[in-house]
């Protein structure tokens, strides 16, 4: 039986942590809607945490200084 869902047959296995360890303790047999939607979930955090160190984090409009706050700007 599945080991994530318990109702349908094992029919794939998949990698309890992702990543490259094949070893038996690693592994664990699924069903195949399990594993299709397991890994889809995995895929997009691995995708995300690329994407994340590609570029710096943007500021938020709100905290980005007005024009007129800047130092070269004397107040009249």
């Known amino acids: 039986m599945c080991r994530l869902c318990g109702l349908w047959p094992s029919t794939q296995v998949d990698h309890i942590a992702p990543g490259d360890d094949h070893g038996l303790n690693n592994l664990q047999g ?12 995995e895929g997009g955090r691995a995708a995300a945490a690329r994407r994340s160190r590609l570029r710096p984090p943007e500021r938020h409009p709100g905290e980005l200084p007005r024009p007129t706050d800047r130092p070269d700007h004397a107040h009249e």
Not at 30 to 41: P, W, Y
């Open 30 to 41: 699924v069903c195949s809607g399990c594993h299709a939607a397991k890994s889809a979930s």
